[in-house]
C-alpha cells in the first residue's frame, strides 16, 4: 500500500429535538471524521472516511482531549501505513472509524460490501425508535411509529413514572397483539437490582420481547440473576463497554447468560470486535442484533453495509440520521419499516469524496452573470497544492473552517485538509465563529465580516490573534481593519481569488515585515489587462480558459498587482467614469453606518450617483462633511434613507439591488 494520509475534520451536530435518555440529555453531538488518503501530493488522490464519534458518560474511550488523542493514532497510522488493531482495542470508536475509513479507501464507494442491500435491491428490517419524553409526548411519537408501518417499537423507559410506562405499553396492546408489533424496551441501567425482576414481571404482562440493560452495568451477579429469573430476555448492551479480549467476552456472556446483545460498533469493540461477540453469542445460543449509537449518517452508513452482510431476520436498530438537522446526506430511506441503501451515480456523501472527476459549481457572478461551472478534480487538487505549499502548512495543523458549506471556499479547505492532512475543525458559519472555541489553530479562514466582528469583542480578538495563519477573502478590508490587523503577532492575508478560479490565486500579507498593497501570484499563475483595464487570469493548472475578470487592476513590474475597483462598479455620469469603491473609501471617515454608493438612470447624465445610508445616521451633518472628502464628480446627487442595505448571502453589498433600491425613487 502507498504511503499514507490521514487526516480528521471535527464538527458538531445539532439534535432536531432533545434526545433524552435516563443518563441524560443530549442536545448537541461532537463528530470526528477520519479521511484516509494517498500521501503522494502528486496522486490522483481517492479518499477513504470514517467516523469516530464516542458517547459522553458512556463511551469507555471519551476524554476531554479526544481529538488531540485521535490526532496521535492518526500520525500513528501514516507512520506504521495500517492499523494497530492492538493498540486501538481499548479505543472502539476510533478503531470503528478507521476500519470503515480504510473499508472506504479500498472500496471506492459508500456501498461498502456487494450485498442486496448495497446494489439496492432489499432493505434491512429496523425497529421504530422511541425517545424519552412525557407522556403525551412518548405516545404521540408511538402513534406515528405504527401509521408509519413499523412492526417492531423500541420504547427507552425510566425517565417518567413506571405506572405512566406501563399506561404507554397497554395502549399498544388494546390495538396491536404480540404477533402485530414487537415491543422492545431498553432501560439504560434505569432499575434498581432490588426492585428490578418485580418491574420486570409486571412488564411481562404486555408481551415485551426484550428489555436492554435493566440495571446498571458492572453488577455481573446481580444481572446474572436477573437473567436467569426474568419472564423477559435481558439483552446486555452498557454491560458490554470496555470488554476488549475475546476471553473477557466469553467469560462474561457465559457467566450472565443472557437472552440477547446489542451490538454498537462505535461502543463494543469496532465492526472486528462485534465480529467476535456475535461468535461467542452463536456459540453460546444467544440471540444478538445490531444497532447505531447517535453516529452521523457516515457512521450509520457504515454500520448498515455491515449488518447486511449477515443472515439475520431480526430487525436491526439503525435509522435514516434524522435525528440531527445539520447532518451529512447520505442515500439511506426508510419504506415499510425497512432501511433502503439506493445507489446514484455521481453521488457525493461527504463534502468531498474525489469519487467525482467534474463537479458542477454555482458562480457568484464575479466576472458575470451567475452560473454554473464544472470543475475538474485535479484542478481542486492542484490548487489545494498551491495553497498547502505558500502557507506551508504541514501534517497535524489544526484548521477551523467556519465558511458555509455549500461553497467553493469550504469545499476548498475540505480538500486542502485532505491534501496536507490537517485536522480540520468544522463550525456552523456565523458572524462570530470564535464565541465558544477554546482549540489553538494553525490556519484559518474567515470573511471580512467575522473578522470585524471578531476584532470587537476582546475574548474574540484574543483568540483571532492566536491564529497561527489566517486568510481573509470573499470582500474587501478596509483601511481600519487593516491597521488593526497590522499589528497581530502572526501572518493575516488577504486572498484574491473567485469561483471560475477554484481558489484564491493571490496573496497579500497584511502584517509583518512582508506587508504590502500589492498582491502576489501564487505559482504557475499569470495575468495580463484587458483593453479596459480589467484583470484577465492565465492559469491552464485550474482553468482550460483565460478568466476575464470585472475587477480593475495596476500590475507592477515585479508582477504583483492592486486592485482598483470593478469595472461594473462604474458609474458612467456625464462622460465621467466614477468607481463605486473608491467613492466609498473616501467616505468612511464621514459615515458610521453601512452605506453604499450606487446609481440611478437620468435624462441628461445617463446615470447620476446616489448614496444609499440606512437609517439612524445624522444625513444633515453627511452634507456638510462629504464635499471636503469627494471631487465635485463624485459627489452624490442624493442622499437616500433605508431600512437596510441589500447584502448578498456572502456580505457584500449586493450592487444590483442597490442599482434596484435607487431606481424606484427616479
Known amino acids: 500500500m502507498p504511503p499514507l494520509r490521514v487526516s480528521t475534520f471535527h464538527s458538531q451536530l445539532k439534535f432536531r429535538h432533545q434526545a433524552r435518555t435516563s443518563r441524560g440529555t443530549y442536545v448537541t453531538r461532537d463528530v470526528w471524521h477520519v479521511v484516509v488518503s494517498s500521501a503522494d501530493s502528486d496522486s490522483d488522490c481517492h479518499i477513504g472516511v470514517g467516523e469516530c464519534s464516542p458517547l459522553p458518560q458512556l463511551s469507555c474511550d471519551y476524554c476531554p482531549d479526544y481529538g488531540q488523542l485521535l490526532s496521535r493514532f492518526c500520525r500513528k497510522v501514516e507512520e506504521e501505513g495500517c492499523i494497530d488493531r492492538e493498540a486501538l482495542l481499548p479505543y472502539p470508536s476510533i478503531l470503528f472509524g478507521m476500519e470503515t475509513a480504510f473499508r472506504h ?120 440473576s436477573l437473567a436467569a429469573k426474568s419472564p423477559i430476555p435481558i439483552a446486555l448492551d452498557e454491560e458490554l463497554i470496555g470488554c476488549h479480549s475475546v476471553k473477557a ?30 461468535d461467542i453469542a452463536e456459540q453460546l445460543d444467544i440471540t444478538w442484533w445490531i444497532t447505531s449509537a447517535l453516529e452521523s449518517n457516515i457512521g450509520l452508513n457504515a454500520i448498515a453495509q455491515w449488518s447486511a452482510t449477515f443472515n439475520n431476520p431480526l430487525p436491526q436498530g439503525l435509522g435514516t440520521g434524522a435525528l440531527y438537522i445539520n447532518n451529512i446526506p447520505v442515500p439511506l430511506d426508510v419504506k415499510n419499516s425497512r432501511l433502503h441503501y439506493t445507489p446514484r451515480e455521481n453521488y457525493e456523501a461527504f463534502p468531498i469524496t474525489f469519487e467525482n472527476s467534474i463537479t458542477p459549481i454555482h458562480t457568484s457572478g464575479s466576472t458575470g452573470t451567475p452560473k454554473i461551472i464544472h470543475i475538474r478534480r485535479e484542478q481542486m487538487l492542484h490548487s489545494a497544492r498551491l495553497t498547502r505549499d505558500a502557507l506551508h502548512l504541514t501534517p497535524g495543523d489544526n484548521a477551523l473552517l467556519c465558511l458555509p458549506l455549500q461553497y467553493i471556499s469550504s469545499q476548498m479547505m475540505l480538500m486542502r485538509a485532505v491534501i496536507a492532512g490537517l485536522n480540520l475543525f468544522i463550525r456552523e458559519a456565523s458572524g462570530h ?31 483571532l490573534q492566536q491564529i497561527k495563519c489566517l486568510i481573509i477573502g470573499g470582500g474587501s ?60 487570469i492565465d492559469a491552464t493548472c485550474i482553468a482550460a480558459e483565460s478568466i476575464y475578470t470585472n475587477d480593475l487592476a495596476e500590475i507592477f513590474p515585479n508582477g504583483t498587482f492592486r486592485i482598483l475597483g470593478r469595472k461594473d462598479n462604474t458609474i458612467n455620469s456625464g462622460g465621467i467614469k466614477i468607481q463605486s469603491e473608491t467613492v466609498e473609501e473616501k467616505l468612511r471617515l464621514a459615515i458610521p453606518l453601512p452605506y453604499a454608493i450606487t446609481s440611478a438612470p437620468d435624462p441628461k447624465f445617463g446615470e447620476i450617483i446616489i448614496l444609499l445610508v440606512e437609517r439612524g445616521v445624522n444625513i444633515d451633518k453627511i452634507r456638510t462633511q462629504i464635499p471636503s472628502l469627494l471631487t465635485k464628480y463624485e459627489l452624490p446627487r442624493h442622499i437616500l434613507e433605508v431600512e437596510e442595505l441589500p447584502i448578498t448571502v456572502n456580505g457584500k453589498i449586493d450592487r444590483y439591488a442597490c442599482r434596484e433600491l435607487a431606481s424606484k425613487f427616479f
Not at 467476552?249 to 446489542?262: H, M
Open 105 to 224: 479507501f479500498e472500496i471506492g464507494s459508500y456501498a461498502l460490501w456487494d450485498t442486496p442491500f448495497s446494489r439496492g435491491e432489499e432493505g434491512i428490517p429496523i425497529n421504530g425508535l422511541i425517545w424519552m419524553d412525557d407522556y403525551a409526548g412518548m405516545l404521540k411519537q408511538i402513534e406515528a411509529k405504527l401509521a408509519g408501518g413499523y412492526r417492531c417499537i423500541k420504547l427507552k423507559i425510566g425517565a417518567i413514572g413506571f405506572d405512566d410506562e406501563l399506561r404507554l405499553l397497554k395502549h399498544i396492546r388494546t390495538a396491536f397483539s404480540p404477533s402485530d408489533i414487537e415491543i422492545r424496551l431498553d432501560a439504560n441501567g434505569a432499575f434498581h437490582p432490588c426492585e428490578a425482576l418485580d418491574k420486570l414481571n409486571r412488564l411481562a404482562e404486555h408481551g415485551i420481547h426484550s428489555i436492554e440493560q435493566p440495571i446498571r452495568s458492572g453488577q455481573h451477579a446481580d444481572m446474572a
Open 249 to 278: 467476552k466469553f467469560d462474561l456472556l457465559q457467566y450472565i447468560r443472557p437472552g440477547g446483545i446489542v451490538l454498537k460498533p462505535t461502543l463494543h469493540g469496532g465492526l472486528s470486535g462485534c465480529k467476535e461477540w456475535i
Open 433 to 463: 465563529p470564535l464565541q465558544y472555541e477554546s482549540t489553538s489553530f494553525d490556519f484559518a479562514a474567515m470573511t471580512p465580516l467575522q473578522v470585524y466582528n471578531s476584532l470587537a469583542v476582546p475574548k474574540e480578538k484574543k483568540r
Open 477 to 536: 478590508i478596509s483601511p481600519e481593519m487593516e491597521k488593526e490587523l497590522a499589528y497581530f503577532p502572526h501572518a493575516v492575508y488577504s486572498t484574491y481569488g473567485m469561483t471560475e478560479t477554484i481558489s484564491h490565486i493571490a496573496l497579500r500579507r497584511l502584517n509583518g515585515p512582508d506587508a504590502s498593497l500589492a498582491y502576489t501570484l501564487l505559482p504557475n499563475i499569470s495575468i495580463r489587462l484587458s483593453r479596459d483595464g480589467a484583470l484577465v
